[in-house]
Each structure stands twice: as C-alpha cells, then as structure tokens.
C-alpha cells in the first residue's frame, strides 16, 4: 500500500494592493471597448502595458500589436489605434492626424500628469531633469514632450553627481511613475544639494499604485523564505518590487510571468512565501501561482494589506457608450 507524502506546510503572505492599477485596468479596457465598439482589428501602438498575458489575450480577441503607425495597412486605417498606459511622445498624435488615424490614447492620466509638470517648469524657463530609466517608454513619452535639449535624463546618483547643467539656478525635475521610492529619494537628495533650487514637481511624480505596490512588500518581505513578484521582465515597477523585498529581508526574491516558469527543484525547503504582482500583472496569474504551491505545499493564506485602493480612470468619451461587462475582463480579473 503507497503510503501518502505529508504535504510540506508553507505559509503564503499575499501582498495587498497587488497587480492591476487603475492605469493597466482603464488602457485595458480601451481596447476590450473598442473591440467590441469597432470591431476587430484594433491596432495598438507598442505592448498595451508590459504583459504577454495580457497582450496574447488583446491579440486572440483582434488586437494587433506594431511599434509604429506606419506599419497600419492603408485597408485599415478607419480602424482605430491606440496608445499604450506608458504614453507617448507628442510626435505620435501628430502623426496620427496627419496620416488620418483615429486613435484612442490610453495614456494613464497619472502619466499624462508628469508630462503637464515636465510641460509647466519649461514654460516657466526651467531646464528639466527626468529622473527615470533610459529607453523606457514612458521615458521616451514624457521627454517627447519638450522641445529637443530641454530635458536631461538622469538615471543614478551617480549620474546626479556629474551631472552640469548650463544654468544650475533653473531646473526643475520629475520623475518616472514606478521608480523605487527609496532610490528616487536618493537621487533627489543629491540633485538638491548640488542644486540648491531645483525645483520640484507640485506633486510626487511617483504614482500611488507604485508607492503602495512597494510599501506592502516592504511590510511582508521580512522573514520570507522567499518572495515571487508576478511581472514581466520588462516591467518596471515589477522589477522594483523584487528590489524592494530583497531590501526588506527576503532570503530570495525572483520575477515569475506564469506558474509553469518555476523551477521548483529551485525553490527548494521553504516555510514562508511572499506573494506580490506588479501593476501590469492580472489577477488570474497571482491564483494560477497560488493554486501550483497548493498542488505541493500545505498552504495557509495571510493578507499582508497595507492600503486598499479605490482609484478608478474614466475611459476615452467616445467609449463611455460601449457597455463593459464583468465577463469582458473575466480573462485577466478571474
Ligand atoms: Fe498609471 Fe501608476 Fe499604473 Fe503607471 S503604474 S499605469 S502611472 S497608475
């Protein structure tokens, strides 16, 4: 007779807020809404928000996916097109006029936000300093919006500490959306004591999705065996989560994009799992994840909640029509 193997226990601390934000949950729902409003194909401009899930879903249900607007065939140009969370840089919507696009611009109001401050210190003669990673698209969107040598990009306190603006009494700064908190500070601190007036955005540049993100698993973190963030690895503010638990005590912490990734030879003899998911990580993956510890531990689920979150975007006015059903966005919700 088999005798049969006691589960291992393992305690799973699932962060909260975890995944979607407001930003991710509104430009998905651009396209669902267009789909169902316009039909298939509804082209995006560059990856939606920085998930294969969730841009593998887009394109099963008629989304199609290109990195420029030339690359829309003129068959389908009635068709619309639409702009990643991330948002873009003022080029785009300009060529989109002028190729006689109709675009939908899914841009997170908290992006477009940083590109009214970036917009606001050079109206009022200031250098800008975008505090924020090179090559990011959102990067790319908010420096895209100032006239060309208007906007420095530093990335590290070391770029802070050489870096000599030609009129050191006028800048002002923002930064990306989903930097580390910790680090930014950092980076600031050093840019002030150099500049003494600098001047800072009206608001934090960082977003409340990212903030909260991070602080629950600083709270978390401590005494984890391990910590999984679910995000892609193009994703910055998931990438920040796994620094952030590591900071906060975890013994390991990794990126996972789906459960069938874990390498569980790998993961070895744990008692205690940190569980989070970056803003562009749906929920379905966090319960796949949860549900393959399930099939080999004996799991018990504590909330590590540090903040609920209750933002909601408006999508685009010509959408607001175009009725949203639950079943729409069960795919990425669950
Ligand atoms: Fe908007 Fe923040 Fe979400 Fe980015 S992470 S889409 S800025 S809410």
């Known amino acids: 007779m088999d005798i049969p193997i006691a589960k291992p226990p393992l305690t799973i601390r699932l962060c909260g807020p975890r995944g979607f934000c407001a930003g991710v949950d509104r430009a998905i729902q651009i396209v669902v809404l267009a789909l169902k409003g316009y039909g298939a194909p509804v082209y995006v401009r560059h990856e939606i928000v920085?998930?294969?899930?969730?841009?593998?879903?887009?394109?099963?249900?008629?989304?199609?996916?290109?990195?420029?607007?030339?690359?829309?065939?003129?068959?389908?140009?009635?068709q619309p097109v639409v702009f990643s969370a991330h948002g873009v840089p003022k080029s785009v919507p300009e060529d989109a006029t002028a190729r006689n696009l109709f675009f939908l611009d899914a841009t997170c109001p908290l992006v477009s936000k940083v590109h009214k401050q970036a917009m606001r210190h050079q109206r009022l003669g200031r250098h800008v300093i975008l505090i924020g990673h090179a090559g990011h698209p959102e990067v790319i969107g908010t420096m895209g919006q100032l006239p060309e040598g208007t906007v420095s990009l530093v990335e590290t306190i070391e770029d802070a500490?050489?870096?000599?603006?030609?009129?050191?009494?006028?800048?002002?700064?923002?930064?990306?959306?989903?930097?580390?908190?910790?680090?930014?500070?950092?980076?600031?601190?050093?840019?002030?004591e150099r500049f003494p007036n600098l001047t800072a955005p009206s608001a934090d540049s960082i977003c409340y999705a990212t903030t909260n993100r991070q602080e629950a698993v600083k709270q978390a973190a401590p005494g984890c065996d391990l910590f999984i963030v679910v995000g892609a690895?193009?994703?910055?503010?998931?990438?920040?989560?796994?620094?952030?638990?590591?900071?906060?005590?975890?013994?390991?912490?990794?990126?996972?994009?789906?459960?069938?990734?874990?390498?569980?030879?790998?993961?070895?003899d744990i008692a205690t799992l940190g569980l989070s998911a970056g803003a562009s990580a749906p929920e379905v993956i966090v319960n796949e994840i949860i549900e393959a510890f399930k099939a080999r531990f004996a799991t018990s689920l504590e909330l590590a909640?540090?903040?609920?979150?209750?933002?909601?975007f408006l999508v685009n006015?010509?959408?607001?029509?175009?009725?949203?059903t639950t079943e729409d966005m069960a795919w990425v919700n669950g």
């Open 317 to 324: 006015r010509e959408l607001r029509p175009i009725e949203l």
């Open 50 to 78: 920085h998930n294969r899930y969730v841009v593998e879903g887009l394109e099963a249900k008629g989304a199609i996916f290109v990195e420029e607007l030339d690359e829309i065939p003129p068959e389908h140009r009635q």
């Open 161 to 192: 500490d050489v870096y000599e603006p030609a009129d050191p009494d006028n800048l002002g700064f923002v930064t990306q959306t989903t930097l580390s908190v910790d680090d930014t500070a950092g980076v600031i601190k050093r840019l002030q």
């Open 305 to 312: 909640e540090f903040s609920i979150e209750n933002e909601h």
């Open 233 to 268: 690895p193009n994703s910055s503010n998931s990438k920040r989560l796994v620094e952030v638990a590591l900071r906060a005590g975890a013994q390991k912490s990794m990126l996972v994009q789906r459960a069938s990734e874990i390498d569980w030879a790998d993961i070895g």
